[in-house]
């Protein structure tokens, strides 16, 4: 489920990134919010 997530968020900041249309800083959000996610499985001892 924690995977799909990542995926997805991560999948939306690319989409950001290569379209003109950003609506601002939330996908950024995404982005950090993805990391967090991916960092806390790591601390957690669980692979990617």
């Known amino acids: 489920m924690l995977e ?7 999948l939306l900041w690319v989409l950001g990134l290569v379209s003109s249309y950003t609506m601002g800083g939330f996908i950024h959000l995404l982005l ?7 960092v ?9």
């Not at 799909?4 to 991560?10: E, Q, Y």
């Not at 806390?40 to 990617?48: D, F, K, M, S, T």
């Open 4 to 10: 799909t997530i990542i995926v997805v968020l991560l």
């Open 40 to 48: 806390l499985r790591v601390i957690q001892g669980r692979r990617l």
């Open 32 to 38: 950090i919010i993805a990391l967090i996610a991916i």
